[in-house]
């Protein structure tokens, strides 16, 4: 049997380099083996909220900003104790979230929490209610009182 001369190893060679090159892109379109510049993943960081504050009886819709979000997976949003009804990842540094029902003047943490159970705190805190109310006075969003 003829193995062919060196010519024949080269093209031979060549063939299997192209074939292993389109199989690993296909992966990386595929989403199975990544992107070729990708690096490191970036770290989550969870920022500011807007609105701040909204009516106790929920169903009003936040927008969190932060950086590292994946479009492609599930996120759970909590409003204090309580899981927003929906949570949608927009982009990279937007989720958007539904506010389940709150008690009237009250502030509560938002958590992000990411798929593994990692759980990271938004700045600040949403209030339940609106910044001038009854007593006229405004609401300091930051610190969770008047």
Not at 5 to 16: F, H, K, N, Q, T
Not at 96 to 124: C, D, E, F
Request: hydrophobic share 40%.
């Amino acid at each position: 049997m003829n193995k062919g001369g060196p010519r024949e190893i080269d093209i031979l060679l060549a063939v299997r380099r192209w074939i292993v090159v389109s199989l690993a892109l296909a992966a990386c379109r595929a989403g199975t083996g990544g992107t070729p510049d990708a690096g490191p993943p970036r770290a989550v960081t969870v920022g500011s909220l807007e609105p701040p504050n909204g009516a106790p009886g929920g169903a009003g819709i936040v927008f969190i900003t932060g950086e590292g979000f994946d479009p492609r997976a599930p996120v759970e949003v909590m409003f204090g104790d309580k899981k927003a009804p929906r949570a949608v990842v927009l982009s990279a540094t937007r989720i958007q979230a539904q506010t389940p029902a709150g008690v009237h003047r009250q502030a509560v943490p938002v958590r992000v929490i990411l798929p593994g159970g990692a759980s990271i705190v938004a700045k600040g805190t949403y209030y339940y209610g609106f910044p001038e109310e009854e007593d006229g006075e405004p609401h300091d969003h930051e610190a969770g009182k008047h």
